[in-house]
């Protein structure tokens, strides 16, 4: 049984450690906030550590699973952070989604004191956590992908090695993208049958067998015409990861319009009170 | 046996008129192209006519698969159409994609004269036609829908009685405003990947499984990775259907930012060489 560390412990981080430790390994964690170590003070095999650096003295691979960039530079690189106790050979396993030129950079710096890094974030949401049914997205030397992929294999279903440091942001701002503009797709189109008086549960049900047919249509419809948005996945978040993909779209020099647009609608709702709300309440700003 | 009669014998029609054959009913037929007639010639259950009138004072139900608002008005309305010929008590069931408002008006014309008009547009293709699997969204009376159903379900699989008269087209032009905004935003995603230099088949592959996965992004992805834009579904006509939406947005005075972006973008791709092929062809606009 492997030596593994975990940082952050929020709600994707907290039943990925829990999952770690039910395979039988031991977990070393830290967290800012006193309240999240809770499920882990009685734990035999958990180890609560003072600093993300005594965790890393610990462990051979530490899964990072925090909110954005700077944090993770922060674990990273910050006062006591990881990099003060990480060991030549031991692997770094990033989980957060943030930026992939951050990324490339953190590994590169990673490296030169032997280090290995794995950018790995996810998608499936806290279902996908607790169950341990995540996609993960990973980039980074495919022999580091091949020796820590028994430990992703816990944490998920659908593990796919993207291609080089980077690449799995890559592929999870792909995933927003799609996932963004596929709700305000369905928005569009049930704003549409409402406003010509047709009943949206009906054309929802006419859709889902064809070419139009998504979990984003059956999940997020269903939100939208019941207009209940409890998180699923919060409007907050979805907008913090379209600013990692608006900055990647100023750096290539593109032109996504849909994807800016609704990255800039994300927004906007994340400064109103339905920051909390599932980021399908879109919706809403077609229907006013 | 009933005796059925079915007005374009084009791509979609002539698929559904031999499935309706096959079933063992007679089916009367026009076709203003002579070429279309063929596979209709030695048929002993076809019966060939010179006008849509003609077919009209055989058949007790008729179906109209033609391309646009202006053709089911000249088949209906226009000298030698349908309405020369329908009896009292016959209805006609309009399969094409076509204004909801004119869908209206023609079955309000019709009802004075005896006649019942059901909107049935369909989606699934010219394979979905062949197989008769199309999904096919009604709009009209109820008790007309149940009558007729036995014979929908020849042509189709998943049959949808939406609402009533315009209530298909509303569901078709959903279809549509969801099926090109996804297209978009499956295309937005991998122009993304390719600009960081990411390879798209392994994010489409990455994708598949979670929430961003869809049949776009499994079938139009694959087109869009492979450069090879062999419809499917034309550009020129997901331009048509998407005018017909265009059109429905100014009516209802609604704001749609993705599907008049997107419906403008096939409407510029439908006047260069780029008409016949696949509307996945919309990648093109973002990679240049």
Same mark, same amino acid.
């Given at each position: 049984m492997a030596q593994l560390g975990l940082i952050g412990l929020g709600i994707m981080g907290r039943p990925m450690a829990l999952n770690l430790l039910a395979a039988g390994h031991t977990v070393h964690v830290y967290a800012r906030?006193?309240?999240?170590l809770a499920p882990f003070?009685?734990?035999? !095999?958990a180890v609560i550590h003072a600093s993300p650096a005594e965790v890393a003295r610990q462990a051979e691979v530490v899964f990072t699973v925090v909110s954005d960039t700077p944090d993770v530079e922060a674990v990273l690189?910050?006062?006591? %952070?990881l990099a003060e106790g990480l060991r030549a050979g031991a692997t770094v396993i990033d989980m957060s989604t943030i930026s992939a030129t951050a990324t490339r950079e953190f590994a590169s710096r990673l490296a030169a004191q032997g280090v290995d890094m794995l950018d790995a974030p996810v998608s499936g949401g806290e279902v996908g956590a607790i169950q341990g049914t995540l996609s993960i997205m990973v980039g980074g030397r495919v022999e580091v992908f091949e020796r820590v992929k028994p430990w992703l294999e816990i944490l998920g279903k659908?593990?796919?090695?993207?291609?080089? !440091? %980077?690449a799995g942001q890559v592929a999870k701002a792909c995933n927003q993208v799609v996932v963004a503009v596929t709700i305000e797709a369905v928005a569009e189109a049930l704003t549409f049958a409402a406003a010509h008086g047709v009943d949206g549960n009906r054309v929802r049900e006419a859709l889902? %067998? %064809?070419?139009?047919?998504s979990r984003i249509l059956e999940i997020h419809g269903k939100r939208m015409l019941s207009g209940?948005?409890?998180?699923?996945?919060?409007t907050s978040l979805h907008a913090k990861d379209m600013r990692i993909v608006a900055a990647g779209i100023t750096e290539q020099g593109l032109r996504l319009p849909c994807a800016s647009l609704v990255g800039e609608r994300l927004q906007a709702l994340a400064?109103?009170?339905?920051?909390?709300?599932?980021?399908?309440?879109?919706f809403k700003l077609l229907s006013h």
């Amino acid at each position: 049984m492997a030596q593994l560390g975990l940082i952050g412990l929020g709600i994707m981080g907290r039943p990925m450690a829990l999952n770690l430790l039910a395979a039988g390994h031991t977990v070393h964690v830290y967290a800012r906030r006193e309240a999240a170590l809770a499920p882990f003070r009685d734990h035999p !095999q958990a180890v609560i550590h003072a600093s993300p650096a005594e965790v890393a003295r610990q462990a051979e691979v530490v899964f990072t699973v925090v909110s954005d960039t700077p944090d993770v530079e922060a674990v990273l690189f910050g006062p006591q %952070g990881l990099a003060e106790g990480l060991r030549a050979g031991a692997t770094v396993i990033d989980m957060s989604t943030i930026s992939a030129t951050a990324t490339r950079e953190f590994a590169s710096r990673l490296a030169a004191q032997g280090v290995d890094m794995l950018d790995a974030p996810v998608s499936g949401g806290e279902v996908g956590a607790i169950q341990g049914t995540l996609s993960i997205m990973v980039g980074g030397r495919v022999e580091v992908f091949e020796r820590v992929k028994p430990w992703l294999e816990i944490l998920g279903k659908n593990i796919v090695h993207v291609g080089e !440091q %980077g690449a799995g942001q890559v592929a999870k701002a792909c995933n927003q993208v799609v996932v963004a503009v596929t709700i305000e797709a369905v928005a569009e189109a049930l704003t549409f049958a409402a406003a010509h008086g047709v009943d949206g549960n009906r054309v929802r049900e006419a859709l889902l %067998g %064809g070419f139009a047919g998504s979990r984003i249509l059956e999940i997020h419809g269903k939100r939208m015409l019941s207009g209940d948005y409890t998180p699923g996945f919060k409007t907050s978040l979805h907008a913090k990861d379209m600013r990692i993909v608006a900055a990647g779209i100023t750096e290539q020099g593109l032109r996504l319009p849909c994807a800016s647009l609704v990255g800039e609608r994300l927004q906007a709702l994340a400064e109103t009170s339905d920051a909390e709300s599932d980021s399908s309440v879109l919706f809403k700003l077609l229907s006013h």
